[in-house]
């Protein structure tokens, strides 16, 4: 491996150490860099097009995932800010099922039209689909779009607007519109409250948007070298799975990205399977970086990856009954420099005006530096509104943790 300045360099070699895909992968992510002074609409745009998606989960004991990746990197900033961005009826970003529901640029949308078709073909080929059982459905919600304009699900009546079910309460309005989201017949008008508001296409996109037909090819080879370059370096299922497309068609893809000289395929000893690195990747010498990762966080998000990277293996155990969790519940990595050294689990209680530390763990074999996480954490409680952070005790790193707060003051 060569370096062309003192601090940073090209991937230029077949072989790359463990250490060093590490650090290529973190870079590649955004991390290592100067935080900004301030954080502003352009540092978020910047970020967000980096990424390319921001995965959105509705779990909000501690903060709702899509703000968590920016935060990351950027350090606090307004979340109102991105509020503005992403919620938009007709702003600089969509959403779509793009890794899972996503935040995405508007100009992507062609992209995935491609899914959209498939999505709508294999509800025509299935006589048994709730689809294609409910075709009067999704007709009438089409016609109400389009005679009412954008609107939410709640929003919408209906005698079929009956809530079913313990965990979702989806009812047919909901699901119908959900059907004809995934097909593209109906897209995001922004969201209020959080809640998705739906509209015809023509009601929110661009003509430019409207009229861009990308074929399934060009479509796979843009997504699969925004993959290459979001990830840095990674393994075909690595670079599949960022936004969730088969290995078949993404070892075609790097196929001809490789003929191109777009990616480069190299060696990391210990991956077992094919890896690739794209041209723009960036090794540095060192990442400085101090953060915690949202369970959705694209450096965490494939579990096999974050354990081939890091030696972590992270599962979520949101949906795992109490007795059963092994850290807690919704547990987020704990990032320094290059390795992810520990995990906690947080609830901002904004009742008492806490952040609450429900457990906390040292990952074996890493060093953690406590008070550079206590200083993370009551940064953290400061951007959340919250004025303390207290740790209930629980996991092998809570003793030192609360030690360290109770020394910061």
Same mark, same amino acid.
């Given at each position: 491996?060569?370096?062309?300045?003192?601090?940073?360099?090209?991937?230029?070699?077949?072989?790359?150490?463990?250490?060093?895909?590490?650090?290529?992968?973190?870079?590649?992510?955004?991390?290592?860099?100067?935080?900004?002074?301030?954080?502003?609409?352009?540092?978020?745009?910047?970020?967000?097009?980096?990424?390319?998606?921001?995965?959105?989960?509705?779990?909000?004991?501690?903060?709702?995932?899509?703000?968590?990746?920016?935060?990351?990197?950027?350090?606090?900033?307004?979340?109102?800010?991105?509020?503005?961005?992403?919620?938009?009826?007709?702003?600089?970003?969509?959403?779509?099922?793009?890794?899972? +529901?996503?935040?995405?640029?508007?100009?992507?949308?062609?992209?995935?039209?491609?899914?959209?078709?498939?999505?709508?073909?294999?509800?025509?080929?299935?006589?048994?689909?709730?689809?294609?059982?409910?075709?009067?459905?999704?007709?009438?919600?089409?016609?109400?779009?389009?005679?009412?304009?954008?609107?939410?699900?709640?929003?919408?009546?209906?005698?079929?607007?009956?809530?079913?079910?313990?965990?979702?309460?989806?009812?047919?309005?909901?699901?119908?519109?959900?059907?004809?989201?995934?097909?593209?017949?109906?897209?995001? +008008?922004?969201?209020?409250?959080?809640?998705?508001?739906?509209?015809?296409?023509?009601?929110?996109?661009?003509?430019?948007?409207?009229?861009?037909?990308?074929?399934?090819?060009?479509?796979?080879?843009?997504?699969?070298?925004?993959?290459?370059?979001?990830?840095?370096?990674?393994?075909?299922?690595?670079?599949?799975?960022?936004?969730?497309?088969?290995? +078949?068609?993404?070892?075609?893809?790097?196929?001809?990205?490789?003929?191109?000289?777009?990616?480069?395929?190299?060696?990391?000893?210990?991956?077992?399977?094919?890896?690739?690195?794209?041209?723009?990747?960036?090794?540095?010498?060192?990442?400085?970086?101090?953060?915690?990762?949202?369970?959705?966080?694209?450096?965490?998000?494939?579990?096999?990856?974050?354990?081939?990277?890091?030696?972590?293996?992270?599962?979520?155990?949101?949906?795992?009954?109490?007795?059963?969790?092994?850290?807690?519940?919704?547990?987020?990595?704990?990032?320094?420099?290059?390795?992810?050294?520990?995990?906690?689990?947080?609830?901002?209680?904004?009742?008492?005006?806490?952040?609450?530390?429900?457990?906390?763990?040292?990952?074996?074999?890493?060093?953690?530096?406590?008070?550079?996480?206590?200083?993370?954490?009551?940064?953290?409680?400061?951007?959340?509104?919250?004025?303390?952070?207290?740790?209930?005790?629980?996991?092998?790193?809570?003793?030192?943790?609360?030690?360290?707060?109770?020394?910061?003051?």
């Amino acid at each position: 491996m060569t370096v062309a300045s003192a601090s940073v360099g090209r991937v230029v070699k077949s072989v790359v150490s463990p250490a060093q895909a590490r650090r290529i992968a973190l870079a590649a992510q955004g991390f290592g860099g100067v935080p900004p002074t301030v954080v502003g609409t352009r540092q978020l745009n910047l970020a967000i097009d980096r990424l390319g998606i921001v995965q959105i989960d509705s779990v909000n004991v501690f903060e709702r995932s899509h703000y968590l990746p920016l935060y990351a990197r950027l350090g606090a900033y307004d979340r109102t800010l991105l509020d503005r961005l992403t919620f938009a009826a007709k702003g600089r970003y969509t959403e779509y099922w793009a890794h899972e +529901a996503a935040f995405l640029p508007v100009a992507a949308w062609p992209l995935w039209r491609w899914k959209m078709r498939e999505y709508r073909d294999g509800y025509d080929r299935d006589d048994s689909s709730w689809a294609a059982a409910n075709q009067p459905m999704l007709q009438w919600l089409l016609d109400e779009l389009r005679t009412s304009g954008p609107l939410p699900a709640s929003a919408i009546e209906h005698d079929s607007n009956v809530r079913r079910g313990p965990w979702w309460g989806w009812s047919d309005v909901k699901r119908g519109l959900e059907v004809l989201f995934r097909t593209g017949d109906v897209v995001s +008008a922004g969201r209020t409250r959080f809640e998705r508001t739906y509209a015809l296409p023509e009601q929110v996109l661009p003509g430019e948007i409207l009229d861009a037909e990308v074929s399934k090819a060009d479509a796979h080879r843009a997504l699969v070298e925004h993959a290459t370059r979001a990830h840095g370096i990674g393994t075909v299922s690595d670079i599949a799975d960022y936004f969730r497309l088969k290995v +078949a068609d993404t070892t075609t893809a790097l196929r001809e990205l490789d003929d191109e000289g777009v990616v480069q395929r190299v060696e990391v000893p210990g991956w077992k399977r094919p890896t690739f690195v794209h041209r723009d990747a960036r090794l540095p010498r060192r990442i400085e970086a101090d953060a915690l990762l949202s369970p959705f966080d694209p450096v965490v998000w494939e579990r096999p990856r974050a354990e081939r990277l890091f030696g972590f293996h992270y599962r979520i155990e949101i949906y795992t009954p109490q007795p059963k969790r092994v850290f807690g519940y919704y547990v987020l990595p704990v990032l320094q420099d290059d390795a992810l050294v520990g995990r906690v689990d947080l609830k901002s209680d904004r009742q008492s005006g806490v952040l609450r530390v429900q457990a906390a763990w040292h990952e074996a074999g890493q060093t953690v530096e406590v008070e550079r996480l206590a200083g993370l954490l009551r940064r953290t409680a400061q951007w959340q509104g919250l004025g303390d952070v207290e740790v209930t005790g629980r996991g092998d790193l809570a003793p030192a943790l609360a030690s360290a707060l109770r020394a910061g003051g």
